[in-house]
T-cell receptor
Framework: GQQLNQSPQSMFIQEGEDVSMNCTSS?????WLWYKQDPGEGPVLLIA?????ELTSNGRLTAQFGITRKDSFLNISASIPSDVGIYFC???????????FGTGTRLQVFP | DAGVTQSPTHLIKTRGQHVTLRCSPI?????VSWYQQVLGQGPQFIFQ???????GRGNFPDRFSARQFPNYSSELNVNALLLGDSALYLC????????????FGQGTRLTVV
C-alpha cells in the first residue's frame, strides 16, 4: 500500500537538543497530521494542519504544512526523555477519510 | 472515560485459520476504522464504518471483512490466515467519521505461525 516517505528513519539525540523531521509525498494532500506512537500503544495525534503554508504549535512541537502540499515538517524543541517514540506523519486527500501514513521516524533521547 | 478498547491484546493463530478482532469505540463515537501495522511500518487503512455502513475500504484482499453493530462496536474478520497477516491491528473511533478527530486503541498483536 501507499506510504509517505519520512526522514530521517531514526534519530539519536541528547536531551535538550532540537529535532527536525520531514515527510514527503508524490501526491497532494489537503490535511497533514503528525502522530506519536509509544511501544505497545496506538498512535496519538499531536498536530493537525489544514492549509498550505500553515504553521501550528503544540507546546514544544511545531509543524508546518508545505507550500506544495506534498510535504510537511515537524520540529521538537528542547527534547526530553519522554519524547522517545516513533513519529508518524499522515495525509488526507479531499473527498476521502482514509489516512495515508508515513514510514515513521524513531526518536531516541539520551540524558 | 474509557478510550477505544480492543480485544484480545495478543493472539497467535496458525496459517489457514480464521480470526476475529473486536473493537469498542469511545462512548458516543459512531465511526470505527481499522488499520494494519506491520512491524517497522506505518499503519495501513483497511476499513471505515460509520453508522453501521461501510464508508471506505483499503487495498486488502477479500479475506478481510468487517462489520459494525448497532452499539457501534466493530469486528474485523480475517479468513485463511497467511504468515504476512502477522501485524498489529489498530482500531480508531471518531464522533463524526473524520479521521482528523480519530482516537486509536492500543491494538491487537496478531502472530500467524
Amino acid at each position: 500500500g501507499q506510504q509517505l516517505n519520512q526522514s530521517p528513519q531514526s534519530m539519536f539525540i541528547q536531551e535538550g537538543e532540537d529535532v527536525s523531521m520531514n515527510c514527503t509525498s508524490s501526491s497532494i494532500f489537503n490535511t497533514w497530521l503528525w502522530y506519536k506512537q509509544d511501544p505497545g500503544e496506538g498512535p496519538v495525534l499531536l498536530i493537525a494542519l489544514y492549509k498550505a503554508g500553515e504553521l501550528t504549535s503544540n507546546g514544544r512541537l511545531t509543524a508546518q504544512f508545505g507550500i506544495t502540499r506534498k510535504d510537511s515538517f515537524l520540529n521538537i524543541s528542547a527534547s526530553i526523555p519522554s519524547d522517545v517514540g516513533i513519529y508518524f506523519c499522515a495525509g488526507l486527500t479531499r473527498g476521502t477519510d482514509k489516512l495515508i501514513f508515513g514510514t515513521g521516524t524513531r526518536l531516541q533521547v539520551f540524558p | 472515560d474509557a478510550g477505544v478498547t480492543q480485544s484480545p491484546t495478543h493472539l497467535i493463530k496458525t496459517r489457514g485459520q480464521h480470526v476475529t478482532l473486536r473493537c469498542s469505540p469511545i462512548s458516543g463515537h459512531k465511526s470505527v476504522s481499522w488499520y494494519q501495522q506491520v512491524l517497522g511500518q506505518g499503519p495501513q487503512f483497511i476499513f471505515q464504518y460509520y453508522e453501521k455502513e461501510e464508508r471506505g475500504r483499503g487495498n486488502f484482499p477479500d479475506r478481510f471483512s468487517a462489520r459494525q453493530f448497532p452499539n457501534y462496536s466493530s469486528e474485523l474478520n480475517v479468513n485463511a490466515l497467511l504468515l504476512g497477516d502477522s501485524a498489529l491491528y489498530l482500531c480508531a473511533s471518531s464522533l463524526t467519521g473524520f479521521s482528523t478527530e480519530a482516537f486509536f486503541g492500543q491494538g491487537t498483536r496478531l502472530t500467524v505461525v
